[in-house]
């Protein structure tokens, strides 16, 4: 039993229905067209292509039917200090070096007086300043091999999409309002689900998709809400879509504010953008004034608010019920994360089906494996707001003064000594996310690792050189952005030749 639609529950039932098979279970969603979907993000970020691939969704049709565009990375306007901007690439900075990652050796360059911007050295990065596109090559050899990419879409398309995937799959769909949550008296399971219309529905399993109100894990069954909102303090959004502009980006920007931040993603038929701000820090009157004097086109509505609180449930399978999206917890936009904790939940909770209602220990290492990526994501996003140098606010002051988790502690003080960056298996956000962020930030180490000495200094500097010249050359090769979406997956009409380079 799936409870709520939207993206969450139709990325649920789509990979229950044709992953797993009516063979291994049935599948019943309930939604209500009277209730309004929390659209989970209309940026998202690569593993969301291999989410499609596993459903058997094709690539173009996706974007056609949910006007999308492409996706190389993140560009931060603002964030460390005023004037200063990078991109979060999705891909390597260069490549290794003497058996070591290639910003040691960028760092060793540096602190010997050689300067390099080190997004010279990242396809995705260059191709983002040249609104360029193309699909990255599948031979590892090959510089063009090291970039990934991802999409800006509908939310609402691609949810509806899923729907049509999934009923045609055996989903059934039960359109009501839930107005009870029967437990049973014995074990505390979820038994049935009573609907405002009197009709009870009983399941096995059950994965609530229900957004902020977590109307079975979090009101039924009682699982902990753990607050993160002293490290994250931004507490509503502003949403307003806008008229398409011309500058055709394959990229989300976001754009620091005194108050938060505003993203501004490119769709096919649109604009979508959005002001994220701490109502501790500025009225709501301001921060929607904010956001609509900083359009880059025509709004088509009036903006909408959305109120939340950073932070997660602690246990996100508790008894026979699985959270997902919303319902499990809430952290901010700011990397595109929420579709991907949608996906990566789903995709744990698959090799780890029970057989029947309940199985403590199946549970128990969903939720071990929810923790990590809930904790890795929330130091990431800290990072952004606590390494600033910004005098012109007081959320800015605040955030940069405020204590931060241990875990992010710990990695600060190996990156500052010696440009260490610890390499995990499991968790989002790998190395050359946080080489982005700490240089993009102005987060200097003092030192480097030794190896990074081995290459004498003026060959190393010549290397550096080639190796930045080659990315660029390579990438004006690309098609525009705009020209490569209109011949792979125009929505309606879009013409090639409508992209403008910024050089």
């Known amino acids: 039993m799936i409870v709520g639609g939207g993206t969450a529950g139709w990325m649920a039932a789509a990979a229950l229905s044709r992953i797993l098979g009516p063979r291994i279970c049935s599948v019943q969603l309930i939604e209500s067209d009277e209730i309004g979907t929390v659209g989970v993000g209309e940026a998202t970020l690569p593993h969301m292509k ?70 010279d050295f990242s396809y995705a990065i260059v191709a983002s300043r040249l609104n360029r596109f193309d699909f990255p090559s599948a031979d590892p050899d090959k510089i063009e091999h090291t970039y990934s990419y991802a999409y800006h879409f509908d939310a609402s398309l691609y949810a509806r999409l899923l729907r049509r995937l999934s009923e045609a799959s055996g989903v059934r769909r039960t359109e009501g309002k839930i107005q009870d949550v029967v437990l049973d008296p014995e074990s505390g399971d979820i038994a049935a689900l009573r609907l405002q219309s009197g009709e009870t529905i009983t399941g096995d399993f059950f994965i609530d998709c229900s957004g902020f109100r977590s109307l079975l894990l979090g009101e039924a069954l009682g699982s902990q809400w753990d607050d993160w909102s ?93 959270a997902l999206g919303l319902a499990s917890g809430f952290l901010e936009p700011l990397e595109s994360t929420s579709i991907y904790l949608v996906q990566v939940a789903i995709v744990n909770l698959l090799p780890l089906l029970p057989r029947g209602p309940r199985d403590p220990v199946l549970a128990d290492e969903f939720n071990r494996r929810t923790d990590i990526e809930y904790e890795r994501i ?59 962020l700490y240089a993009g930030q102005d987060v200097r180490p003092t030192g480097h690792h030794p190896m990074a000495d081995v290459l004498p200094r003026d060959r190393l500097i010549e290397q550096l050189g080639v190796l930045r010249d080659q990315v660029r050359t ?15 997956a125009s929505a309606d009409g879009l013409q090639a030749g409508a992209g403008t380079v910024r050089s």
């Open 50 to 119: 291999s989410f499609n691939d596993s459903i058997g969704l094709d690539e173009a049709e996706m974007m056609r039917a949910t006007n999308g565009t492409f996706k190389l990375g993140i560009e931060f306007v603002d964030w460390g200090a005023m004037g200063r901007r990078y991109v979060h690439p999705f891909g390597d900075h260069g490549r290794p070096l003497a058996g070591l990652p290639f910003h040691q050796h960028w760092l060793r360059a540096a602190q010997s007086g050689a300067e390099f911007d080190i997004g």
């Open 230 to 322: 002293k490290w994250l303090p931004c507490d509503r959004a502003f949403a307003v879509p806008s008229e398409r502009a011309t500058d055709f980006t394959p990229y989300t920007r976001s754009t620091a504010r005194a108050a938060g931040w505003q993203w501004r993603i490119p769709l096919q038929h649109r604009t979508g953008n959005g002001h994220v701000f701490s109502s501790a820090f500025i009225s709501e009157d301001e921060a929607a004034d904010t956001l609509m004097r900083n359009l880059d086109a025509k709004a088509l509505g009036e903006p909408r608010m959305l109120r939340f609180k950073a932070g997660r449930r602690l246990k996100s399978w508790t008894r026979n019920c699985v």
């Open 378 to 436: 929330r130091d990431f996003l800290i990072l952004h707001y606590h390494a600033n140098t910004r005098e012109d606010s007081e959320l800015w002051r605040y955030c940069r003064a405020m204590e931060v988790p241990e875990s992010l502690e710990r990695r600060l003080a190996l990156y500052r000594h010696s440009g260490f960056i610890e390499q995990y298996r499991d968790g989002l956000f790998t190395l050359p996310s946080w080489v982005s």
């Open 474 to 488: 390579r990438v004006e090769q690309m098609p525009d952005h705009a020209d490569f979406v209109a011949r792979y």
